[in-house]
């Protein structure tokens, strides 16, 4: 089985920074591309970034380019989101996901729900205003 696990979600100031985490349960993950959605109340989840397999190419939403990073850390099997310039309206839960085969992803952009299979519980981002 496949475990991913979010941790590094917080309340934050209007303007402030915060950096997610997510840990992964085997090595193999290391050869998929990831991707970070998140899903704020009342809203459908919606995809923010991804990464290749092996950290060559990163894509964002138009909503977060320029102020959210993702990289990730393969000797540590885990994947990172950096927040900036956070706004009240990235509040959300923001989950981790994974896709079902190695390499998928690889040659087009993954930025729909149904491109992932293994998702990690969320943790939950909250910026006042």
């Known amino acids: 089985q496949v475990q991913l696990v979010e941790t590094g979600g917080g309340l934050v100031n209007d303007g402030g920074s915060l950096t997610l985490s997510c840990a992964t349960s085997?090595?193999?993950?290391?050869?998929?591309?990831m991707g970070w959605f998140r899903q704020a109340s009342g809203r459908e989840r919606e995809f923010v970034g991804a990464i290749s397999w092996d950290g060559a190419t990163t894509y964002y939403a138009d909503s977060v380019k320029g102020r959210f990073t993702v990289s990730r850390d393969n000797a540590k099997n885990t994947v990172y989101l950096q927040m900036h310039s956070l706004k009240p309206e990235d509040t959300a839960i923001y989950y981790c996901a994974g896709p079902e085969m190695a390499y998928y992803c690889s040659v087009i952009e993954c930025r729909k729900i149904g491109d992932y299979t293994y998702w990690g519980q969320g943790t939950q981002v909250t910026v006042s205003a």
């Open positions: 085997r090595r193999s993950i290391n050869l998929h591309a």
